[in-house]
């Protein structure tokens, strides 16, 4: 078992120069028209004391996150089951980590930082013009950021049309978590569920 950094270093070859430098403590050119593209970024947070890490992904049009500067990223809060576990967490600990993908591109853009809860006017108002008014808007202040090599995503064969799995392999999540936690067999069947969150999501987007 590893149990000291010595241990790990001496299993692997020091990383290179460039892998070293390529971290930036706010958002460049390249970092900020990456998430301009970006429908997709997972969100990692912490919370209090010995709780368990989250990671949640947050989705939306490319450039539903706003970088006002180079140094400020602001994410609004969209529809979901309300268990507002990243929020929670994020008052306690208000440490963050990003993870932006955009489709096509194997590489990954890594941001790291420290985020606040914001509900005034200001903030959400921000926001209005894209056909929805948040509750909340994460604003995170940008302390380290920088690209992820391709090498993941090629590994998955991510964005490959050969690799999309037929949804019919498993049951829907409906029948799934109902199992899972004991509750009778769902009337609704997953084309249906996606037609109401396609529904949903057109109301917030004001389509």
């Given amino acids: 078992m590893i149990t000291s950094e010595e241990q790990l270093r001496s299993l692997y070859a020091m990383p290179a120069e460039r892998?070293?430098?390529k971290q930036q403590v706010d958002l460049d050119r390249h970092c900020l028209r990456f998430i301009a593209l970006s429908p997709l970024c997972i969100v990692a947070t912490g919370g209090a004391a010995g709780s368990l890490m989250?990671?949640?992904?947050?989705g939306g049009k490319p450039g539903f996150i706003k970088a006002p500067d180079n140094q400020t990223l602001l994410i609004p809060?969209?529809?979901?089951?309300?268990r507002l576990d990243s929020f929670s967490n994020l008052i306690a600990d208000p440490r963050i980590g990003l993870l932006f993908m955009v489709p096509g591109f194997d590489e990954t853009l890594r941001v790291n930082g420290v985020a606040r809860l914001r509900d005034e006017a200001h903030y959400t108002a921000l926001f209005a013009n894209e056909g929805?008014?948040?509750k909340i808007v994460l604003e995170i202040q940008?302390?380290?950021?920088?690209?992820?090599?391709?090498?993941?995503?090629?590994?998955?064969?991510?964005?490959?049309?050969?690799?999309?799995?037929?949804?019919?392999?498993?049951p829907s999540v409906n029948q799934m978590v109902h199992q899972q936690i004991g509750l009778p067999a769902p009337t609704e069947t997953q084309?249906?569920?996606?037609?109401r969150y396609e529904k949903q999501i057109a109301g917030e987007q004001g389509l």
């Fill in 77 to 82: 809060d969209s529809g979901g089951n309300n």
């Fill in 19 to 21: 892998a070293l430098l």
């Fill in 132 to 134: 929805f008014r948040p």
């Fill in 191 to 195: 084309e249906a569920m996606v037609d």
């Fill in 54 to 58: 989250d990671a949640s992904p947050r």
């Fill in 142 to 170: 940008v302390q380290e950021a920088y690209l992820h090599c391709a090498k993941a995503l090629m590994r998955a064969r991510l964005w490959k049309p050969e690799s999309q799995v037929p949804r019919n392999v498993m």
